[in-house]
């Protein structure tokens, strides 16, 4: 029986789905994505916020409304790519065993930039900020910049806290968070790497938080933010010229496209990954960030 030969459209989604269960702040914020082609990197296209709508006292008939849904412009000007070559034998392999070898440390690539880039969006917070200088960060820390966002009237669903490493160690040695019973999950969120759920946002630890510098001071976010606060925005990719091998594919908000090749110049076979992409903060009232300056 001759073996099956993995094809882009196989990689491809495979790709997709290893990407999306890498990614942390991706899966986290508001996702744009359409089939529509764009020009190239650097193309800046419109897209549309999310609907608001008014409650309204209900006399003798209903008053339709037309969605509130305003419209902000996103560069597209993150052109992520992973080529790596491959030889026949690898294309003939089982496609756990080439994700494993190949599909997952490509991906885990991506979701790293790009939760780098969504995470470096908040310093278009400006004003919900709560500065932290000494010891570790405390239950109040957390109660404040949670009230950035219930004076904002942020919606109590899918509100978010994301923190870094040493945020995470800090709240790991406090009774709250290390209690199973007091997280309310039975442990399962602590084997998932997430802290559950408490003062209604869901808690997340993100590798790729890091110290930024700002002009006054260098410091490390944990942020508090809505879905809708920020924005994860792909578009299509034109299948290129001479690439017969092609496939672009999309599902719950991203996109990526995958192209065969073969080097003349190095008798090689490679397999290319790309994903057009921008962020965008669409309501920075939506979040809060706590900085510390430890």
């Keep these: 029986m001759p073996n099956t030969i993995l094809t882009p459209n196989i990689i491809a989604n495979e790709a997709l789905d290893v990407l999306r269960t890498n990614a942390v702040m991706a899966n986290l914020v508001h996702r744009d994505y359409s089939s529509e082609f764009v020009a190239g990197v650097g193309d800046t296209i419109t897209v549309r916020k999310p609907a608001t709508f008014e409650a309204k006292e209900f006399t003798t008939q209903v008053e339709v409304q037309d969605a509130t849904e305003d419209k902000v412009a996103v ?63 405390a239950v109040a820390d957390i ?12 919606p109590s669903t899918e509100r978010r806290f994301v923190y870094g490493s040493q945020a995470e160690a800090d709240l790991l040695n406090t009774d709250l968070f290390v209690n199973a019973s007091a997280v309310g999950d039975n442990g399962t969120a602590l084997k998932e790497a997430s802290l559950g759920r408490k003062y209604g946002l869901d808690f997340y630890c993100d590798q790729n938080v890091q110290k930024t510098t700002a002009e006054t001071a260098n410091y490390t976010p944990s942020i508090a933010f809505h879905k809708n606060a920020f924005a994860l925005v792909t578009r299509q990719l034109e299948m290129p010229l001479g690439a017969p091998k092609a496939y672009s594919t999309s599902y719950d908000g991203f996109g990526l496209r995958v192209v065969q090749g073969y080097d003349q110049k190095t008798k090689t076979d490679t397999v290319s990954i790309d994903m057009l992409c921008g962020v965008k903060t669409l309501d920075k009232s939506l979040a809060a960030v706590i900085t510390d300056k430890r």
Aim: glycine letters at 6%; hydrophobic letters at 50%; aromatic letters at 8%.
């Design 75 to 137: 560069k597209m000007d993150k052109l992520l790519d992973v080529t790596f070559s491959v030889t026949s034998k690898d294309l003939t392999m089982g496609i756990v065993d080439f994700s494993a070898q190949f599909l997952v440390p490509a991906m885990q690539a991506f979701a790293d930039k790009i939760d780098g880039y969504l995470l470096g969006l908040e310093k278009d917070v400006t004003d919900n900020r709560v500065d932290h200088t000494k010891g570790a960060i």
């Design 143 to 154: 109660i404040a910049a949670r009230k950035f966002l219930v004076d904002a009237k942020a």
